[in-house]
T-cell receptor
Framework: DAGVIQSPRHEVTEMGQEVTLRCKPI?????LFWYRQTMMRGLELLIY????????DSGMPEDRFSAKMPNASFSTLKIQPSEPRDSAVYFC??????????????FGEGSRLTVL | GENVEQHPSTLSVQEGDSAVIKCTYS??????FPWYKQELGKGPQLIID?????GEKKDQRIAVTLNKTAKHFSLHITETQPEDSAVYFC??????????FGTGTRLTIIP
């Protein structure tokens, strides 16, 4: 299996621009997660989906962030408009178990976002 | 919600020596405690996990211990090797079905 695939791996953009990060989970996994990693706050859960349905988005920082999962093999995380404080590495992860509860999370290699 | 504290933030050990990373959690309902290893430029990868019904689990050079009463758990790596150099994260899964990560420990193995 190819694992969780994220794109782009690196994104540099200017403040105010729209950013779209993409994720393809492992085939057959029921749950998908978006995490943000920064030096200051570590790994933060932004949102997770179970069977393509958003279950908990309480970690989404503000209305500038939105996530969708139109089908079982694709998800996007969008930031509009982007701000310098959004600079971070964004990880997508998938899991066989609902909410990744007590099973393994498989992470992608991340998308490093820099907002100037 | 759950709060996971992890110490130390950085750790350097001589190759062949042991390394220990400690975590505490706040929610007594937490029942699953995985450890993830993150190599440079990669996403975290599960290396070992423990559930609340056991006190210790071992997998070759890696072991994890859990003290439910004290609400702390630890990762032990014996006979460390250069490839063990990475950032290690502990995590706790609480009753609200969320996995909360610690802040990470950067482990450096000195050849």
């Amino acid at each position: 299996d190819a694992g969780v695939i994220q794109s782009p791996r690196h994104e540099v953009t200017e403040m105010g621009q729209e950013v779209t990060l993409r994720c393809k989970p492992i085939s057959g996994h029921n749950s998908l997660f978006w995490y943000r990693q920064t030096m200051m706050r570590g790994l933060e859960l932004l949102i997770y989906f179970n069977n393509n349905v958003p279950i908990d988005d309480s970690g989404m920082p503000e209305d500038r962030f939105s996530a969708k999962m139109p089908n079982a093999s694709f998800s996007t995380l969008k930031i509009q408009p982007s701000e310098p404080r959004d600079s971070a590495v964004y990880f997508c992860a998938s899991s066989l178990t609902p909410a990744g509860a007590t099973g393994e999370l498989f992470f992608g290699e991340g998308s490093r976002l820099t907002v100037l | 919600g759950e709060n996971v504290e992890q110490h130390p933030s950085t750790l350097s050990v001589q190759e062949g020596d042991s390394a220990v990373i400690k975590c505490t959690y706040s929610d007594s309902a937490s029942n699953y405690f995985p450890w993830y290893k993150q190599e440079l430029g990669k996403g975290p990868q599960l290396i070992i996990d423990i559930r609340s019904n056991v006190g210790e689990k071992k997998d070759q050079r890696i072991a994890v211990t859990l003290n439910k009463t004290a609400k702390h758990f630890s990762l032990h790596i014996t006979e460390t090797q250069p490839e063990d150099s990475a950032v290690y994260f502990c995590a706790a899964h609480d009753g609200n079905e969320k996995l909360t990560f610690g802040t990470g420990t950067r482990l450096t193995i000195i050849p």
